[in-house]
């Protein structure tokens, strides 16, 4: 069974709560948004396997580390998940990025894919799918999907506010996968809505309604 981290850094936490106010305006939002993601992907690298290797130094020649591998990839869940991408990058500049789009079918109501595109090599790289509110887990449980059925292995589930009732989804449809989230909210409302949660994550990010 996978496993939830409830990253609690302080910095996170705090910021969180600026993100949760309903008068934290469009600018203010974004770019919290960004520097929570930024301080989840440091918690979330944070056992990624290192390769020796050596260095000069002006002084010597050193013997130190890398990551190993090929550079990670992430994939945000269109439209909110774009809002936590440029926060990652900014502390792993030379990760590669793909994308999955959902929409919900009118009459099922189940997410339906129309747009899935990934890095080469996806799977040899680790992967971290990017979707802010785990609200349902229907789309995030379809976005790992998608990843996982063109080659990615382990993916890993990066959001912001997760509920239970989405957690457990996840869990039931990718017993592999662990969930990064900076909150375990109560519940989810008749509206969809986490509660208390900070409401529509794309709409605040991109300020629509
Ligand atoms: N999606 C959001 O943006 N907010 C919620 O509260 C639930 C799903």
Excluded: W
Excluded at 73 to 79: D, E, F, G, N, T
Excluded at 83 to 103: E, F, R
Excluded at 129 to 156: C, E, H, I, N, Y
């Amino acid at each position: 069974m996978g496993q939830v981290h409830v990253l609690d850094h302080p910095l996170i936490q705090h910021k969180l709560t600026y993100i949760r106010n309903k008068d934290t305006g469009t600018k203010e939002f974004r770019a919290l948004v960004q520097e929570v993601s930024m301080l989840m992907a440091y918690e979330i690298t944070r056992n990624l396997p290192l390769v020796e290797t050596e260095v000069d130094t002006p002084v010597a020649r050193a013997r130190t580390n890398v990551i190993a591998g090929k550079t990670l990839a992430l994939v945000p869940v269109l439209r909110a998940g774009l809002g936590m991408l440029d926060g990652i990058l900014n502390l792993i500049p030379t990760a590669k990025v793909g994308h999955v789009g959902l929409y919900r079918d009118p009459e099922t109501l189940q997410p339906v894919e129309y747009y899935c595109k990934l890095p080469a090599n996806v799977e040899e790289r680790d992967v971290i799918v990017v979707d802010p509110m785990l609200a349902t887990g229907g789309s995030a449980s379809a976005a790992l999907t998608a990843v996982k059925a063109r080659g990615a292995k382990q993916p890993k589930l990066m959001c912001l506010v997760a509920v239970p009732e989405g957690i457990r989804t996840v869990q039931q449809d990718h017993e592999d996968v662990d969930i990064y989230t900076a909150a375990v909210d109560d519940y989810l409302n008749d509206h969809g809505y986490i509660v208390p949660g900070l409401g529509d994550a794309g709409d605040r990010l991109f300020g629509t309604k």
